[in-house]
Nanobody, 123 residues
Framework: QVQLVESGGGQVQAGDSLRLSCAAS????????MGWFRQAPENEREFVAA????????YYGDSVKGRFTISRDNAENKAFLQMSSLKPEDTAVYYC????????????????WGQGTQVTVSS
């Protein structure tokens, strides 16, 4: 399995931007799809975005489409989530995940997870 560490979270105001990073170690991620999920208190873990192993295909949850952008740098063994126009409802712990499945919106398709990074958006 690949080990994942997220960074870049923090506390921001509504309308601000943040860029989350996911650093991988243990294995190269160039054969893995990468995903971002989030979980707010008392909520289930929610799909945010995913990117295919090549970076050629991306997927977004409806609530973040047009505001968030997922990307990856296989040479650096990293994935990123650029978040813009943040809203208070984006407040959650954000998790990076790696997997080899094809249904990239599904939690079950990922077998490596980071510990998460907190994002708090105040109004």
């Amino acid at each position: 399995q690949v080990q994942l560490v997220e960074s870049g979270g923090g506390q921001v105001q509504a309308g601000d931007s943040l860029r989350l990073s996911c650093a991988a170690s243990g294995r190269r991620i160039n054969s893995y799809a990468m995903g971002w999920f989030r979980q707010a208190p008392e909520n289930e873990r929610e799909f945010v975005a995913a990117i295919s192993w090549s970076g050629g295909t991306t997927y977004y949850g409806d609530s973040v489409k047009g505001r968030f952008t997922i990307s990856r740098d296989n040479a650096e063994n990293k994935a990123f989530l650029q978040m813009s126009s943040l809203k208070p409802e984006d407040t959650a712990v954000y998790y990076c995940a790696a997997g080899t499945g094809v249904r990239l919106r599904a939690i079950s398709e990922y077998n490596s997870w980071g510990q998460g990074t907190q994002v708090t958006v105040s109004s």
